[in-house]
């Protein structure tokens, strides 16, 4: 069943000047492009945590799959070129619902403009999950780090933040024309998709770079599904800390920032948060300017107890 699996999904997919030689041989071939790094990234999804087979359709979690290493591609200011799919069906599933997959996964990847260059497939007794690697490209030089961040500059987000597991992390639109934009129009120091919340996600650029943040909570933009679901969490909470918002958060000179504001009909919406400062930690200032600690921990991808 496999290698006819593995041929449908070829019918599925065109020819892409992207990939010398792609699904059907040991390995694909993808050309380099002068002057260009390869930006390489990978992330696993798997049924019962990203997803649920029986509740979300089998075209949201193709396009999930997809999407969050898309997001990672984004996050480095690169293009995203290529991916390679590794899924381990559960072994009740028939060939129909593998072929949904398989097609939805191909309808995804022409969606985001991408590959699909090779993969691996297996069946097992446990769930549905899937591994994508994404190859991408960047001008030699130019991805953005998490690394670089300077005392002075400021933090921005490219969207509301807060309440995306009503419906916005299966339909998420990664950043990569933003940070395409960006990245032509001014000088990032840092940057990283909003994947667990920026109270956990904050804390890796900060570490990374070296340096401290003031947060004004009154500046964050709110989802309107922070402001009205309900939970025991405040709407900033939520947009601190639910995480999967897929936002860019990223650093930047004052300058850049107004000369990026100043642009006629911009692309890109920037949402100005807080800065950047010289220590350790990140302090989020109330509107009456009282100050909490504000890194605290987002999505913890845990082990039960019993599995310790
Ligand atoms: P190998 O024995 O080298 O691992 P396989 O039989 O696993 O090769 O795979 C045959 C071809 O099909 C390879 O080119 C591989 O990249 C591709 N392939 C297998 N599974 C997938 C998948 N889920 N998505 C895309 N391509 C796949
Ligand atoms: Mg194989």
Redesign the pocket.
């Known amino acids: 069943m496999?290698?006819e699996l593995?041929d449908q999904?070829k019918s599925w997919l065109k020819p892409d000047a992207r990939v010398n030689l792609g699904?059907?041989?040991?390995c694909?071939l993808i050309p380099q492009t002068d002057g260009m790094e390869s930006v390489v990234t990978t992330d696993l999804v798997l049924d019962g945590v990203h997803f649920q087979t029986g509740i979300n359709p089998a075209a949201d979690i193709a396009r999930k799959a997809l999407a969050v290493n898309i997001s990672d591609i984004a996050a480095m200011a690169a293009v995203p070129v290529a991916a390679?799919?590794?899924?381990v069906f559960p072994r009740s599933w028939n060939r129909q619902q593998a072929e949904e997959l398989l097609q939805a996964l191909a309808d995804s990847a022409r969606e985001f403009q991408i590959a699909?260059a090779?993969?691996?497939?297996n069946t097992w007794s446990g769930g549905l999950a899937i591994n994508v690697t994404l190859y991408g490209e960047v001008p030699k030089g130019k991805a953005v780090r998490r690394d670089g961040a300077q005392v002075g500059d400021v933090i921005c987000v490219t969207g509301p933040l807060g309440g995306s597991f009503a419906e916005k992390q299966f339909r998420f639109t990664p950043r990569v024309q933003e940070a395409l934009w960006l990245r032509e129009n001014a000088s990032l120091h840092a940057m990283m998709d909003l994947s667990d919340g920026i109270s956990s996600d904050l804390g890796h650029i900060l570490r990374a770079s070296g340096v401290a943040a003031e947060i004004e909570a009154e500046r964050i933009p709110i989802t309107e599904a922070a402001r009205s679901g309900k939970t025991e969490k405040t709407p900033l909470e939520r947009a601190l800390s639910d995480g999967e918002d897929f936002e860019l958060l990223f650093t930047l000179s004052p300058d850049d920032v107004q000369r990026l504001q100043d642009i006629p009909d911009s692309p890109v919406t920037i949402f100005p948060i807080g800065r950047i400062i010289p220590g350790q930690g990140c302090v989020l200032i109330d509107a009456a300017g009282k100050r909490t600690e504000c890194l605290a921990s987002g999505f913890v991808h845990g082990f039960d107890a019993a599995g310790q």
Do not use: K, P, Q
Request: no cysteine; glycine share 16%.
């Open positions: 496999e290698f593995i999904l699904i059907g041989d040991d694909a390679f799919i590794s899924i699909i090779g993969g691996d497939t």
